[in-house]
């Protein structure tokens, strides 16, 4: 059974940096890729980053520059560091992964595995 869950979320100032962990369970973390969506009141999911099984790395362009993916597979967690946050970026953000290994992620009809959420909060 796989299992994601997310820890890092908060509240604060424009301008301040965060760090979102997911921590993966239920399968070989290593074969899989990683990504985070987020969902803002009244707003559709949207993609924010991913990284391949391999290490390869793609962002959205409303956080390119201020946000970084990455993975350590010997501790099965996937991170987003979130620097220049501004209020715009409040949402709800969730982890995510596919189903089939060697996969990539590429909107959320390719997400077969959710997280359960964390909130983030920027105040201007």
């Known amino acids: 059974q796989v299992r994601l869950v997310e820890s890092g979320g908060g509240l604060v100032q424009a301008g301040a940096s965060l760090r979102l962990s997911c921590a993966a369970s239920?399968?070989?973390?290593?074969?899989?890729?990683m990504g985070w969506f987020r969902q803002a009141p009244g707003k559709e999911r949207e993609f924010v980053a991913s990284?391949?099984?391999?290490?390869?790395?793609y962002n959205a362009d409303s956080v390119r520059g201020r946000f970084t993916i990455s993975r350590d597979n010997a501790k099965n967690t996937v991170y987003l560091q979130m620097n220049s946050l501004k209020p715009e970026d409040t949402a709800v953000y969730y982890c995510?992964?596919?189903?089939?290994?060697?996969?990539?992620?590429?909107?959320?009809?390719?997400?077969?595995?959710w997280g359960q959420g964390t909130q983030v909060t920027v105040s201007s």
């Open positions: 995510a992964s596919t189903s089939r290994p060697f996969s990539s992620i590429t909107s959320v009809e390719t997400i077969r595995y």
């Open positions: 239920g399968r070989t973390f290593s074969d899989y890729p």
């Open positions: 990284i391949s099984w391999s290490g390869g790395t």
